[in-house]
Protein backbone atom coordinates (compact mmCIF):
# COMPACT_ATOMS: atom_id res chain seq x y z
CA UNK A 1 0.00 0.00 0.00
CA UNK A 2 0.73 3.45 -0.41
CA UNK A 3 0.53 6.77 2.04
CA UNK A 4 -0.16 10.17 0.47
CA UNK A 5 0.26 13.46 2.58
CA UNK A 6 -0.78 16.71 1.03
CA UNK A 7 0.95 19.76 2.16
CA UNK A 8 0.77 23.40 0.94
CA UNK A 9 -2.57 24.99 0.94
CA UNK A 10 -3.53 28.42 2.40
CA UNK A 11 -5.32 31.55 1.14
CA UNK A 12 -3.83 33.79 -1.74
CA UNK A 13 -4.77 36.57 -3.82
CA UNK A 14 -5.68 36.56 -7.37
CA UNK A 15 -2.89 36.68 -9.63
CA UNK A 16 -0.55 35.08 -6.73
CA UNK A 17 1.20 31.32 -6.02
CA UNK A 18 1.22 28.32 -4.08
CA UNK A 19 3.21 24.98 -4.30
CA UNK A 20 1.60 22.09 -3.15
CA UNK A 21 3.27 19.40 -2.00
CA UNK A 22 2.11 15.62 -1.99
CA UNK A 23 4.89 13.10 0.16
CA UNK A 24 4.39 9.60 -0.68
CA UNK A 25 5.75 6.27 1.23
CA UNK A 26 4.83 2.38 1.22
CA UNK A 27 5.32 0.85 -2.08
CA UNK A 28 6.28 3.90 -4.08
CA UNK A 29 8.19 1.34 -6.11
CA UNK A 30 4.65 0.42 -7.75
CA UNK A 31 3.55 4.13 -8.61
CA UNK A 32 2.86 4.34 -12.18
CA UNK A 33 1.34 7.74 -11.89
CA UNK A 34 0.32 10.65 -9.59
CA UNK A 35 -1.92 13.53 -10.10
CA UNK A 36 -3.81 16.09 -8.68
CA UNK A 37 -7.57 16.59 -8.43
CA UNK A 38 -9.65 19.67 -6.94
CA UNK A 39 -12.93 19.61 -5.35
CA UNK A 40 -14.77 23.23 -5.52
CA UNK A 41 -18.18 23.55 -3.44
CA UNK A 42 -20.74 22.25 -5.14
CA UNK A 43 -18.93 20.69 -7.87
CA UNK A 44 -17.55 16.78 -9.09
CA UNK A 45 -13.94 16.33 -8.47
CA UNK A 46 -12.06 16.75 -11.26
CA UNK A 47 -8.98 16.01 -12.29
CA UNK A 48 -6.25 19.49 -12.71
CA UNK A 49 -2.65 17.61 -13.68
CA UNK A 50 -1.31 14.13 -13.63
CA UNK A 51 2.11 12.68 -14.18
CA UNK A 52 3.31 9.17 -15.56
CA UNK A 53 6.67 7.34 -13.76
CA UNK A 54 8.09 8.31 -17.27
CA UNK A 55 7.81 12.15 -17.07
CA UNK A 56 4.52 12.14 -19.19
CA UNK A 57 1.82 15.50 -17.99
CA UNK A 58 -1.15 16.64 -18.97
CA UNK A 59 -2.89 19.71 -17.88
CA UNK A 60 -6.95 20.26 -17.40
CA UNK A 61 -7.63 23.03 -20.09
CA UNK A 62 -8.53 25.94 -17.36
CA UNK A 63 -4.83 25.88 -15.88
CA UNK A 64 -2.66 25.15 -19.08
CA UNK A 65 -0.09 27.81 -18.76
CA UNK A 66 -0.18 28.52 -15.30
CA UNK A 67 -0.22 24.98 -13.42
CA UNK A 68 3.02 23.24 -13.72
CA UNK A 69 2.96 19.28 -12.42
CA UNK A 70 6.50 17.81 -10.91
CA UNK A 71 8.40 15.20 -9.09
CA UNK A 72 11.16 14.50 -6.84
CA UNK A 73 11.97 10.86 -6.94
CA UNK A 74 14.72 10.84 -4.42
CA UNK A 75 12.41 12.03 -1.93
CA UNK A 76 9.27 10.24 -3.78
CA UNK A 77 7.24 13.74 -3.98
CA UNK A 78 5.33 15.45 -6.57
CA UNK A 79 4.56 19.07 -6.53
CA UNK A 80 1.94 21.16 -8.12
CA UNK A 81 3.49 24.56 -9.02
CA UNK A 82 0.28 27.01 -9.06
CA UNK A 83 1.11 30.50 -10.64
CA UNK A 84 -1.92 33.58 -11.50
CA UNK A 85 -4.19 32.33 -9.23
CA UNK A 86 -7.73 33.20 -9.82
CA UNK A 87 -10.85 32.64 -7.57
CA UNK A 88 -12.19 29.79 -9.66
CA UNK A 89 -9.28 27.78 -8.55
CA UNK A 90 -10.56 27.86 -4.97
CA UNK A 91 -11.01 24.30 -4.26
CA UNK A 92 -9.94 21.10 -1.94
CA UNK A 93 -6.72 20.02 -3.59
CA UNK A 94 -6.55 16.19 -3.34
CA UNK A 95 -2.83 13.77 -4.53
CA UNK A 96 -3.79 10.65 -6.57
CA UNK A 97 -1.32 7.76 -6.59
CA UNK A 98 -1.91 4.75 -9.02
CA UNK A 99 -0.50 1.32 -8.93
CA UNK A 100 -0.61 -1.89 -10.52
CA UNK A 101 -0.40 -5.34 -8.66
CA UNK A 102 -0.85 -8.43 -10.27
CA UNK A 103 -2.67 -6.65 -13.16
CA UNK A 104 -5.23 -4.61 -10.51
CA UNK A 105 -5.01 -0.98 -10.60
CA UNK A 106 -5.44 0.63 -7.16
CA UNK A 107 -5.76 4.01 -6.50
CA UNK A 108 -4.25 6.26 -3.42
CA UNK A 109 -5.34 9.63 -1.68
CA UNK A 110 -4.29 12.02 0.37
CA UNK A 111 -6.78 13.77 2.93
CA UNK A 112 -6.67 17.26 0.77
CA UNK A 113 -5.37 20.89 1.26
CA UNK A 114 -7.61 23.51 0.50
CA UNK A 115 -6.59 26.73 -1.17
CA UNK A 116 -8.66 29.94 -1.51
CA UNK A 117 -8.20 32.60 -3.39
CA UNK A 118 -9.65 35.54 -2.54
CA UNK A 119 -9.13 39.28 -2.38
Known amino acids: QVQVVESGGGLVQPGGSLRLSCATSGRTSSIYAMGWYRQAPGMQRELVAG???????NYADSVKGRFTISRDNAKNTVYLQMNSLKPEDTAIYYC?????????????WGQGTQVTVSS
Open 51 to 57: ITSGGST
Open 96 to 108: NVRIVRIGIDYAY
